[in-house]
Every structure is written in C-alpha cells, then in structure tokens.
C-alpha cells in the first residue's frame, strides 16, 4: 500500500537488514577512519546527486566528527574557477574529468582517509575520483547498493565501478532502482537509500569515537552551535585543522 504508513513498513526491515549485515565491514571503515584521525588525517566525505546527504551527515554537525570535510560538484564553482552554469548539468555527475579538479580542490594531505556515496557506483566522476584517492594511497571506504551497482553497466571508461576500487564497500541495503513501494504498471515510489546513508554515518561515527575511548583519548567531537559554549568549542577544536575543513554548504 502506498502511504506513509505503507513505507514506514517497508522500510524498518531494511534498516535492520542494514544493521544486521554490515558488522565486519562497519568494523573494518572504523578502523581505518580512527587510524587516520588519530594520526592528525581527516575524513574527506563525497557524494554527488542525493548521495551528497551521506557526506553532509558526516561533517559539521552536532555530535559529529570535527576532522572531516565535505567535498562536492559545487566545489567547482564555490572553490574552483568554474562557471556557475556547470552545475546547471543534469549529468555533470557523470563527467570523470571533473574529478581531477575536486581532488585537486580538496587537497588532500597523505595521512586522510575518503569516504564515498553513490547508489549505483558506477557514474564517471566517482569512479575518476575514488582511482584517484586509491592511486595517491588514500583508504577508500564506498557506501553503495551492493544489489543495484551489480545490476548496471559501468559509464566508466575502465568498467570499474565505485565497489571495485574500494577497501572496505558498506551496502546501503537499497533496492535495484532505489524506491520501495511498487506502482500499479511499474516503477516504484519512496526512496530509501537516504535513509539508510544516514544511519551507516552515524554508525561509523559511533564506532570511530569508541575506538578513541578505547585509546583513552577524547575524540573531536561537536558540540550543538545552539547550546551555551558550543561555538567556542567547536571554533577551539576546528583550529587544530586550520585551513583544511572548508565550511561552505
């Protein structure tokens, strides 16, 4: 049944599926997420088209990791020298030459571990961005649909795709197509690869902080900007990483 209540249904089993199959893997992204940060690294996050939500759950936010910053297709343009119209392609996305440009733009240090997003895992830029962070010796943890990226040709010139590249590949548990109530003569309706990138984010953050604890030290964490001190010592823990956090939506 299509309603809210219909997708509220659908959509429980598939977090718990997520939960329940991603043990080994959310260990193996922890580790080297926590080894990295505890080494001075940060947590270049990226994700294009709505898979920017999973690198926007990651970075400055309450309750959140401070080393980690957020990369995107509007680096081009807030950070680059591209025109503003660029953004304006529906398939930018699928461009692998802009991907020099962002890792470019982002400038990474040796010692910083990526994280990357995408559904199908097979567009240009993401596949030209993750041979580039596995070329320059970066660790590279992909969130995807294990079911949809198998399903799919490559638009990679390599016919590789994000999972392909990948150290460690957390399922997002989406479906082939991503929604989850079926239409009457076809399609489907309500996505849920949103909602599942949301909780694997906050699980990674969970794991990554334990593992500073069980290294008895404090992990960098956020405070809420709206409570009493928060900006002072959020401001406090982001200088420790001056001019390698960009701020920008």
């Known amino acids: 049944m299509i309603s809210a209540q219909g997708y509220a249904q659908a959509v429980r089993p598939v977090l718990d599926r997520v939960v329940d199959t991603c043990g080994d893997a959310l260990t193996a992204a922890a580790d080297l ?3 990295s940060l505890r080494a001075g690294g940060v947590l270049q996050a990226f994700g294009a088209g709505h898979s920017e939500v999973f690198a926007a759950e990651l ?3 309450a309750g959140g990791l401070v080393p980690a910053n957020r990369l995107s297709l509007h680096d081009l343009v807030l950070h680059g020298d591209a025109p503003r119209d660029l953004l304006a392609d529906p398939k930018l996305e699928r461009d692998p030459a802009i991907a020099h440009q962002l890792y470019a733009l982002a ?5 910083d ?3 990357m997003a995408s ?30 990226t198998a399903r799919v040709a490559p638009r990679h010139p390599s016919g590789r795709r994000l999972a392909d590249l990948a150290d460690v590949v957390l399922d997002n548990g989406a479906p082939y197509g991503d929604a989850l109530l079926p239409l009457e003569g076809g399609g489907a309706v309500c996505a849920v690869s949103s909602v599942t990138a949301a909780l694997l984010a906050q699980l990674l953050t ?18 809420s900007a709206n409570v009493p001190g928060g900006d002072e010592h959020n401001l406090a823990l982001e200088s420790r990483y001056a001019g390698r956090l960009r701020r920008t939506a």
């Open 59 to 61: 970075v400055a936010r």
């Open 33 to 35: 997420i926590a080894a």
């Open 107 to 111: 400038a990474p240090q040796p010692r």
């Open 119 to 148: 559904q199908s895992g097979i567009n240009g830029s993401v596949v030209e961005l993750a041979a580039l962070v596995t070329g320059h010796g970066h660790p590279l943890i992909a969130v995807t649909s294990v079911e949809h």
């Open 113 to 115: 571990v990526f994280v």
């Open 206 to 223: 969970a794991e990554v902080v334990r593992r500073f604890h069980q290294a008895g030290e404090v992990p960098p964490v956020y405070l």
